[in-house]
């Protein structure tokens, strides 16, 4: 198989249609099978690979348990929303592949679109063979058509992303690896054989055999009927789950709606009520405090400029200049009579006479001719003014300015609970809280009805599980039993020829199942011969790593990076031993490995992996060291160039900054 194109309209990212040319191009001395695709996170790389499986699978694609209208949302949310968050409408994804039957390549090209009606999304199916629309299928079984010619389960060990690898390098068994292994191996196919041979053997057993062989038929019957059951209630299960989400979503917007409308509120009155009395009593409490520092200092808090005139006044003393001028009058009078330090002009005792005669007048009444305001004052009054002054511009003010700002947040807060009081005795809430009491009420019901058809579902299963144990219980009866005669006899002995194959046919796939993942994991490890053998149980497909000294290697005790190898490595063994030729496309392989395990990947794994590997990174995935690595393996690249204003993704030739003459992009 190859895929020729991917083309993509209005999905996600991808704004109009792009047509994607993944032909890889013929060199002729080496092989190109690797088509590169770069792009930032978000650019829309995991949105082309689940354009191929919605193109190949439609509602398959997102699981065996999804409903039909949890897949209309799932594409209606896929549909591609333009900058102002119009939506398009309408969507499409396809692919044109090329696939060999009987030895003879016929081209398939499959189409699935999508127009959104409401809240559902119709889907219309495309599929043409060599140009002409498929009419040896009926058109309602185009469906099963696709997935026959490439089974889900086969798929998913092709078409892979990061995610994929890390659920299978995990410590956990994965049960969907092991249906895997059993649709690729063939082993399924074998035991079909064996129940229709035994309903043959059944229908023309002896009358002796004839209970075990209605017994068997009634089995088989009871098995259809039950898988039948099954689907139906996989199907109501996935419907029922995609209800309860949105009456969920639905009650809680109108949770929303109650609380705008103040029906937390009123809920919560009382309380409301005692927050109400506490914050006027604070207020209270509060202003008192603030009146009492009006009838005390404030206001001169409120006139720096009059207290700091008040201070300088009372700082002023009368009476000191006295002393002043009797100790200046004695150091003058000693400095006379010692001469030091020296004096440079002539004093005359004419003005020693004078100095002495105003300093000595000084003493007795000082010459201060500004008049003193505060004479009156007494000098312990003064002093304890000057420390209330003090206070004022140390404290009050602080104070004052901490009890104004308190003043302003219990208001703010009391205006608050009184608004929600005032909301807590609208009538609106009431009415939104009957339909909140309703829209809960439904999740509920919703939610019991889904418990309940989970249990009828494991139920079925439960019962389809014994049925199968006991179909098999006889068919090894049967198969064991010796035949009287003619086609029985012969059919008996094809019965444990069959039953002999079985058993062979695994053990021969899972041996060469074992020696390929030997041989591709040693070959992407770091460590040459780090396994010697890998065991796979024939009944659950665990798998247990044996080493060169024959013991064995917990999966737990592989390195993050061997886990991931350990999972490529299984992937690309099982592809091999399924023998079927289909293409690569891995999503963001490379980001939970180291630098090696990289380097290994790009230059042993993505060469040789198939015959065409579409690979999907980001720059720091593939940087530039590892491109020039991969570049004799690369057909040719593409860069997904994402638009923040347009919010559309474009795809152009080139890896990056590594651009490529081509012209493999159609744009329309």
Not at 164 to 174: G, L, P
Not at 199 to 205: E, I, K
Not at 443 to 461: D, N, Q, T
Not at 497 to 510: C, I, N
Request: proline share 3%.
């Amino acid at each position: 198989m190859i895929l020729r194109t991917i083309e993509i309209e209005n999905f996600g990212l991808y704004a109009g249609r792009q047509v994607l040319d993944l032909v890889p191009r013929k060199q002729p001395d080496r092989e190109t099978p690797v088509i590169l695709f770069g792009g930032q996170n978000g650019a829309g790389k995991t949105t082309l690979l689940e354009a191929v499986c919605l193109a190949l699978y439609g509602r398959r694609a997102l699981g065996h348990r999804v409903g039909q209208s949890e897949y209309e949302n799932h594409l209606r949310s896929r549909m591609h929303a333009s900058t102002g968050g119009e939506v398009t409408g309408s969507a499409s994804v396809g692919l044109e592949f090329d696939y060999a039957e009987g030895g003879v390549v016929q081209r398939y090209r499959v189409v699935r679109r999508w127009t959104a009606k409401g809240a559902k999304a119709t889907e219309t199916l495309i599929l043409e063979k060599d140009g002409k629309p498929v009419d040896s299928v009926p058109r309602d079984e185009w469906h099963h058509f696709l997935q026959e010619l490439i089974p889900p389960g086969v798929s998913q060990l092709f078409f892979f992303d990061g995610e994929k690898i890390a659920e299978i390098a995990s410590d956990a068994v994965d049960e969907g690896l092991a249906d895997a292994m059993r649709g690729l191996l063939g082993i399924e196919l074998v035991g079909r054989l064996r129940t229709d041979l035994g309903l043959f053997m059944a229908r023309r057993s002896q009358r002796e055999n004839a209970e075990t062989g209605s017994r068997l038929e009634t089995l088989v019957r009871e098995e259809d009927e039950l898988s039948e059951r099954i689907a139906d209630a996989q199907e109501l299960v996935a419907e029922l789950t995609s209800r309860r989400s949105g009456l969920a979503r639905l009650a809680a917007n109108i949770r929303q709606r109650f609380t705008a409308e103040g029906g937390d509120a009123a809920n919560q009155r009382a309380t409301l009520e005692a927050t109400q009395s506490e914050l006027r009593h604070q207020l209270s409490r509060r202003e008192g405090e603030l009146r009492e520092l009006a009838g005390g200092l404030l206001p001169f808090a409120m006139a720096p400029a009059l207290a700091a005139r008040a201070v300088e006044e009372l700082s002023r003393s009368r009476g000191e200049t006295g002393p002043v001028a009797s100790a200046l009058r004695e150091r003058l009078l000693a400095w006379r009579e010692t001469g030091h330090p020296p004096r440079t002009a002539s004093w005359k005792d004419a003005h020693w006479r004078d100095l002495d005669a105003f300093l000595t007048a000084d003493a007795v009444s000082p010459l201060d001719r500004t008049p003193d305001l505060l004479s009156d004052i007494e000098p312990g009054q003064r002093t304890g003014l000057l420390a209330q002054l003090r206070e004022v511009r140390e404290t009050t003010t602080a104070r004052a300015a901490l009890i104004a700002s308190e003043l302003d947040r219990l208001g703010g807060r009391l205006r608050e609970v009184e608004a929600n009081l005032i909301r807590a005795s609208g009538e609106a809430a009431g009415v939104i809280l009957d339909e909140l009491t309703l829209a809960e009420q439904q999740v509920g019901a919703i939610e019991a009805e889904l418990r309940a058809r989970s249990e009828e579902l494991k139920s079925l299963e439960y019962r389809r599980a014994n049925v199968r144990r006991e179909r098999e219980r006889l068919l090894k009866l049967q198969a064991d039993a010796e035949a009287a005669e003619g086609r029985a006899a012969l059919a008996g002995r094809i019965g444990i020829a069959l039953q002999q194959y079985e058993e062979r046919l695994l053990q021969t796939k899972l041996s060469r199942l074992q020696s390929e993942f030997v041989r591709r994991f040693n070959h992407l490890a770091r460590k040459d011969g780090f396994v010697a053998d890998v065991r796979i149980d024939s009944s659950t497909f665990e798998t247990t790593l044996v080493g060169r000294d024959g013991r064995e290697i917990p999966k737990s005790s592989l390195s993050a990076g061997e886990k991931q190898v350990y999972a490529i490595a299984m992937l690309w063994a099982l592809a091999r031993t399924s023998g079927r030729a289909l293409p690569m496309i891995i999503d963001t392989p490379l980001a939970r490995l180291d630098s090696e395990h990289r380097a290994a990947l790009v230059e042993r794994y993505f060469p040789e992996a198939s015959h065409q590997v579409v690979v999907l990174s980001t720059d720091t995935e593939v940087d530039d060291a590892l491109l020039d690595r991969l570049k004799p393996a690369i057909s040719h690249t593409y860069r997904l160039d994402y638009d923040p204003e347009r919010r559309a993704t474009t795809v152009t030739p080139g890896y990056f900054e590594d651009g490529e003459p081509t012209h493999a992009v159609q744009q329309a």
